[in-house]
């Protein structure tokens, strides 16, 4: 997250997650508010569907929900390029 790119320095920003917050550096921090906005909305989702209040329990599966969208954008991603290179 520090490392720099496209030559601009690193910046401090705040995000708040879940009533959490979090000093961070970033290279984008428009881009790092957009990205905690949205992990705070999929928490709080969570938190609705599981009906928790256990912030570790709520993190966790979110996490795990993220990664199942992650893997199923990638497997779809890589069933394209194949086609793309079987032309």
Known sequence: MAEEK???PAERVVVEIYGNSYPLKT???QHMKMLAA???KKMKAM???VRSFDERKIAVLTTLQIAEEYYK???DY???VDLL???
């Open 6 to 8: 496209n030559n601009r």
């Open 38 to 40: 949205a992990v705070d």
């Open 78 to 80: 890589d069933e394209l």
């Open 47 to 49: 938190s609705r569907s």
């Open 27 to 29: 290279d984008d921090p």
């Open 85 to 87: 290179d079987e032309k």
């Open 73 to 75: 954008l990638k497997k």
